[in-house]
């Protein structure tokens, strides 16, 4: 069993930046940051595999976001750069522990997840 503690965001004027952290309590794989708006689905931003050499961006973020992991601390980190407006959402850390086929961007993949922290981006 591994748990994901988040830290990290709340409110933040558009255009600015805020950075997310995701703790995990033991060894994972594959690591992702997923959000979802209020009313929305829960969708996919980013996933750092463990070594760093795959690294995976959803399209709309147009570069403004940047994961990055310190496995020495079991940590995963979501940079946030020029929010807007609609990045107001719930993110949620996600972890993979055990392999299977699912995609990086589709929440099946994840074994374990965050308790999810709210970011406000207002306008």
């Known amino acids: 069993q591994v748990q994901l503690v988040q830290s990290g965001g709340g409110l933040v004027q558009a255009g600015g930046s805020l950075r997310l952290s995701c703790a995990a309590s033991?060894?994972?794989?594959?690591m992702a940051w997923f959000r979802q708006a209020p009313g929305k689905q829960r969708q996919f931003v980013a996933f750092n595999s463990r070594s760093g050499s795959k690294t995976y961006y959803a399209d709309f973020l147009k570069g403004r976001f940047t994961i990055s992991r310190d496995n020495a601390k079991n940590t995963v980190y979501l940079q946030m750069n020029s929010q807007d407006p609609e990045g107001t959402a719930v993110y949620y850390c996600?972890?993979?522990?055990?392999?299977?086929?699912?995609?990086?961007?589709?929440?099946?993949?994840?074994?374990?997840w965050g308790q999810g922290t709210h970011v406000t981006a207002s306008a």
């Open positions: 996600a972890a993979q522990v055990k392999t299977n086929g699912a995609a990086y961007y589709d929440a099946l993949r994840y074994d374990y």
């Open positions: 033991g060894r994972t794989e594959g």
